[in-house]
């Protein structure tokens, strides 16, 4: 990753980010609402941690056919990947509740699926929020050799075919998580001294990360096996739970910064970047079905991208009613407001954007 220092552009004239956050500051004035969630989204919480817990003790506490196991296990990542986009995604950015207390305690749900709050708040909070879709610092569009994501990183012949395995590698993403990122980014974090917020000693991360991942796989390997589950069951019960989550979110993560419709700026020579943050938020971002309800209730706003990467301090919850002031306020002062009407038109899209960034580039 370059280590080049970026300086985003102060230069906003015409003053974008400060009359748009004005318009959303009186909008929570004028109603009387607080940022965070509210009785909404704690009730999905519940929906999204039923979905993750409850086939898991049914399936370990009945003697249930194999394929109603599988079909468990897929509920079961479906739930892990609800849980993560509605209630560990915003208690990290401090929007799940106006307590930190809480918002720590939900953040903490990171480690039942996989992975660990210092990783994710550098990785995403920190690098992908601050510097988004710029090549050698947002790793969010770094999938190693394997998939090209961005038309500045390095060609390989292997890259004409990503668009046929790009979707089967997308349900690798969690298991990753449990097995080595989390080892790899705490090394390589603690080295580069990142941190959102406090910087942590580096013993006490390490012990976190082990804990963690004896207590993760104390739950979801011994405690089967110990039950009397054979190893093959267990392992296969694994794989689908975390293919089904690795897909799901790979998926959506995809969908709102590697799309025709989004730029991968690069700065110059001396790291300056050519607008400001907002506005390259603007131009690195886009939505998708923003008039599904369910699209919107089960991605955790996730769908509304733009206004997340905007206003990331402010609960998805609120992100149907805000989208309204933001895109006549990109629209007022003639700024892209990236969006796809549904979401099979974007996964096409994405489909499309991995084949053109997978033809080799022109030597002009």
Do not use: C
């Not at 990785?123 to 969010?140: A, C, R």
């Not at 690798?172 to 990142?194: E, M, P, S």
């Not at 796989?217 to 989550?245: C, K, R």
């Not at 407001?337 to 489909?351: L, S």
């Amino acid at each position: 990753m370059s280590k080049q220092a970026l300086s985003f552009s102060r230069k906003d004239p015409a003053k974008f980010f400060k009359t748009l956050n004005k318009r959303v500051n009186d909008y929570f004035k004028e109603n009387d609402l607080k940022r965070t969630g509210n009785w909404k989204l704690y009730t999905k919480a519940i929906v999204m941690f039923a979905l993750l817990i409850v086939p898991v003790v049914l399936i370990l506490t009945l003697d249930l056919p194999a394929w109603v196991q599988i079909l468990g296990m897929v509920i079961v990542g479906i739930g892990m990947a609800g849980v993560g986009m509605n209630v560990m995604h915003d208690a990290n950015h401090g929007s799940f509740s106006s307590k930190k207390w809480v918002n720590k305690l939900m953040g903490s749900s990171i480690y039942i699926l996989a992975g660990n709050d210092y990783n994710w708040k550098v990785q995403h909070n920190v690098l992908h929020h601050t510097y988004t879709n710029i090549q050698g610092h947002d790793e969010d569009i770094d999938a190693g050799r394997i998939i090209r994501f961005s038309k500045h990183a390095e060609w390989l012949k292997i890259h004409k075919y990503q668009r046929f395995y790009a979707f089967f590698l997308y349900g690798l993403l969690t298991a990753n998580w449990a097995i080595t990122t989390d080892f790899v980014q705490t090394y390589k974090y603690l080295k580069r001294k990142l941190a959102y917020g406090k910087m942590p000693n580096p013993a006490t991360q390490w012990t976190k990360l082990i804990i963690g991942k004896i207590v993760y796989y104390s739950i979801w390997v011994i405690l089967p096996l110990s039950l009397g589950f054979a190893w093959w069951e267990v392992l296969i019960g694994f794989f689908v739970m975390h293919y089904t989550a690795g897909i799901i979110l790979s998926v959506i993560f995809q969908l709102a910064h590697v799309m025709p419709n989004t730029e991968m700026p690069l700065p110059d020579s001396e790291g300056n970047m050519k607008n400001t943050w907002a506005i390259h938020q603007l131009h690195t971002t886009s939505n998708f079905s923003p008039k599904s309800w369910f699209v919107e209730f089960y991605t955790g706003g996730l769908n509304r991208q733009v206004e997340h990467h905007l206003f990331s301090n402010i609960s998805h919850i609120h992100y149907n009613k805000i989208a309204k002031i933001v895109k006549e306020t990109a629209q007022e002062f003639s700024l892209p407001y990236n969006e796809y009407k549904t979401f099979w038109k974007a996964v096409a899209e994405h489909y499309n954007q991995l084949k053109v960034l997978g033809e080799k580039p022109s030597l002009a």
